[in-house]
């Protein structure tokens, strides 16, 4: 299906809700590049030193915490005994993963605008409810679509874009 074709749907569907039984999301063309590689322990903390100040949040061997996007150089981010995290800035985010005794997985995504009248990548927002001990209410995700040769849109990947601070519970 063209991304022309589903804005149309998108449109109708919220027009008359009967139509298609459900709200189609609205769906915004850019690019998403993704590259990820494996580090050891001290690789990892040089290569997260470069996000003082990113959002995001951190799962350690005892606690998760959560980082607000700060103005400036911001503090560094605690590694130690990091299981996993995921953080962002402007058009980057980052997640990491343990996978092993001192390895780790580290993806990275970096967005650019698409200008393109028939894209190839498009993504939604989504906003997912936190735990309840956690000083935020909801972390946004962006997830992303790639068309494929045969016109479909396949799940390509989901990114970390920050905190929405409304409360909703």
């Known amino acids: ?5 589903y804005q149309t749907m998108q449109k109708r569907s919220i027009a008359d809700p009967e139509l ?9 063309s850019a690019d998403c590049v993704v590259s990820t ?3 050891q322990y001290s690789d990892l903390h040089a290569r997260l030193s470069e996000l003082k100040g990113a959002a995001g949040w951190a799962q350690y ?11 400036g150089e911001g503090e560094a981010l605690p590694t130690a005994q990091l299981i996993e995290g995921e953080w962002y800035t402007g058009t980057r985010s980052v997640r990491v993963r ?7 997985l580290l993806t990275e995504m970096t967005t650019h605008p698409d200008n393109e009248a028939q894209p190839t990548m498009v993504y939604r927002d989504l906003s997912v409810f936190c735990r309840t001990d956690l000083p935020v ?11 494929n040769e045969a016109h479909q849109w396949l799940a390509h990947c989901q990114q970390f874009i920050g905190w929405c601070k409304e409360e909703v519970r």
């Open 61 to 71: 061997a005892d606690k998760v915490m959560t980082f607000e996007a700060a103005q």
């Open 98 to 104: 343990l996978t092993g005794p001192d390895q780790y």
């Open 37 to 39: 590689e494996r580090l």
């Open 137 to 147: 209410y909801k972390a946004v995700y962006r997830l992303w679509y790639r068309r």
């Open 20 to 28: 298609l039984g459900t709200h189609l999301p609205q769906l915004h």
């Open 1 to 5: 299906m063209s991304f022309n074709h």
